[in-house]
C-alpha cells in the first residue's frame, strides 16, 4: 500500500485536520454508490495517519509540559518552606520587640516619674540639697548623687531610644523580605496554575485527536473493505470460471509451499484464454486479483530476480535449484527481497497495477516446471501448456497451495 507522508497553539492544527477529515468523509461514498476508488482509499488511510502522528506530538507536548509542571511545583514547595522558616523568624523578632516595648515602657515610666518630681521640687530642690549639707564630705557625696542620678536618667532615656530605632529597623526588614518572598510564591502559583490549564487544554485536544483518528480508521477499514469486496466481484467476473474440482495428478508433489499472493485474493482458471493487447496471443498464467501493495511471496526455495517490460511492467522471476521457475507481473514495486536467494515466503514484491493492467491490480502468475508433469489437467480453455513457450497450465498448483 501506499503510505502518507510540537508546541503550542495546536488549536488551528487540530482544526486544520478536522477540516481535511471532513473533507475525505464528505467524499466517502455510501452503500448502494459507486466503489471507493484506489486514491479514496489510499487519502483515508494517509487521514488516519496522519491523525496518529498528530497523538504523538500531543503526547510529546504533554510530556514536556508536565516536565515543567513537575519543576514548578519543587520550585514553590522550596519558596515555602523560606517563608515558613522567614515567618519563624518574624515571629521571634516580633518576640523581640515586645520584651524591648515593655522594657521601654518601664523606663519611659521612670524618666516620666523623675520628670514629675523635678517639676513639683523645682529649681531650688538641688540647691536645697547642696546646702542642707552637714560637712564637706556629706556635700561631695551629695554632689556625686545628683550627677550619678543625672547620668543614669539619660543613660536610660538614650537606650531605650537607640532599642525602639534598632528594632523597629529590624521589623520592617523582616516584613518587606516576607512581602517578597510571598510575591515571589505568588507568582510561582500563578505559573502552576497556567501549566496546568495548558495540561489540561493540549490532554482535551489529545483526546479530540484520538477520537478523530478512531474514526478516520473505521471510515479507512469500510472503504477499503468495499474496496476488496469490489475487486473480488472483479474477479469473479472478469476473470474464466474457477474450476474448484481440479486436483493434482495422484502422486504429484506441490513445488509451490506457499500462495504466491496474500489474502485476500481471488482468481480463476484463465490460462489459455486469448489476449489482444498488442498482438494476438494465449494467456500464459492465470491473473491473481489483489488490492495494491498486497504481499507476493516466493513459493519456494530459490533465487529471485526482478526484471521489466512493457506488458508485465514490474516483473519478478523465482528460480528453483532443478531449474524450474514462476513469473509474476505487474507489481507496484520490489522489496529488498527482490533480487538473490530467497526462501519460500519472502516477500519478494506486491501486487499493483504496471504494464498493461491499468485500474486492474493483480499478479499474473506463471508456471514453467523443468519438465511438463504427467496426465496434467487442461485448463478451462483446453490447455496443458502454451505452443512456443514452457509455460503449463498453474491452476492446479495454485487451486492446491491457495485454496
Known amino acids: 500500500m501506499t503510505r502518507s507522508d510540537r508546541t503550542f497553539p495546536v488549536g488551528p492544527r487540530l482544526l486544520a485536520l478536522g ?45 514536556s509540559v508536565q516536565i515543567q509542571l513537575n519543576a514548578a511545583v519543587e520550585k514553590l ?56 549639707a552637714t560637712s564637706m564630705d556629706d556635700l561631695s557625696d551629695r554632689m556625686e548623687f545628683v550627677d550619678a542620678v543625672t547620668q543614669s536618667d539619660a543613660a536610660l532615656a538614650q537606650q531605650a531610644s537607640n532599642l525602639k530605632v534598632v528594632l523597629e529597623i529590624e521589623e520592617k526588614s523582616l516584613e518587606e523580605l516576607e512581602a517578597k518572598q ?87 482458471d484463465g490460462f489459455g484464454a486469448p489476449r489482444y493487447t498488442g498482438d494476438f496471443h494465449l494467456h500464459a498464467g492465470d491473473d491473481i486479483l489483489a488490492d495494491y501493495g498486497t504481499k507476493i511471496r516466493a513459493p519456494f526455495d530459490g533465487v529471485a530476480k526482478p526484471t521489466y517490460n512493457s506488458l508485465g511492467g514490474n516483473s519478478e522471476y523465482v528460480y528453483a535449484p532443478d531449474g524450474s521457475y514462476v513469473y509474476n507481473a505487474h507489481l507496484e514495486s520490489y522489496t529488498d527481497k527482490s533480487s538473490g536467494p530467497v526462501h519460500a515466503g519472502d516477500v519478494i514484491g506486491l501486487v499493483g497495477d504496471t504494464g498493461d493492467a491499468k485500474g486492474t491490480p493483480h499478479d499474473h502468475f506463471e ?37
Open 182 to 268: 510571598q510575591d515571589q510564591v505568588d507568582q510561582q502559583t500563578a505559573l502552576r496554575d497556567q501549566i496546568l490549564q495548558s495540561l489540561s487544554t493540549i490532554s482535551s485536544l489529545r483526546d479530540q485527536a484520538v477520537a478523530t483518528a478512531q474514526n478516520t480508521l473505521e471510515q479507512y477499514k469500510r472503504l477499503n473493505k468495499q474496496r476488496q469486496d469490489y475487486l473480488e466481484q472483479q474477479a469473479q467476473s472478469s476473470v474464466s470460471p474457477p474450476a474448484p474440482d481440479v486436483q493434482l495428478p495422484p502422486g504429484f508433489v506441490n513445488p509451490l509451499k506457499v500462495c504466491p499472493v496474500d489474502p485476500p485474493r481471488a482468481f480463476g
Open 367 to 403: 508456471w514453467h516446471p523443468a519438465s511438463v508433469p504427467a496426465n496434467w489437467p487442461a485448463s478451462f480453455y483446453g490447455y496443458v501448456t502454451i505452443p512456443g513457450t514452457s509455460a503449463v497450465n498453474p491452476y492446479p498448483v495454485l487451486n492446491d497451495v491457495c485454496n
Open 19 to 63: 477540516a481535511a477529515i471532513a473533507a475525505l468523509l464528505i467524499c466517502v461514498p455510501i452503500a448502494g454508490a459507486a466503489a471507493p476508488t484506489k486514491s479514496q482509499v489510499q487519502s483515508m488511510h494517509a487521514a488516519y495517519l496522519k491523525a496518529e502522528a498528530q497523538i504523538r506530538e500531543y503526547r510529546s507536548e504533554i510530556e
Open 77 to 132: 514547595d522550596r519558596l515555602q518552606a523560606e517563608l515558613e522558616q522567614i515567618q519563624a523568624q518574624i515571629a521571634e523578632t516580633k518576640a523581640r520587640i515586645a520584651d524591648a516595648q515593655a522594657r521601654y515602657d518601664r523606663i519611659r515610666s521612670r524618666l516620666e516619674e523623675r520628670a514629675a518630681q523635678a517639676f513639683i521640687a523645682g529649681p531650688a530642690s538641688d540647691l536645697e540639697i547642696f546646702l542642707g
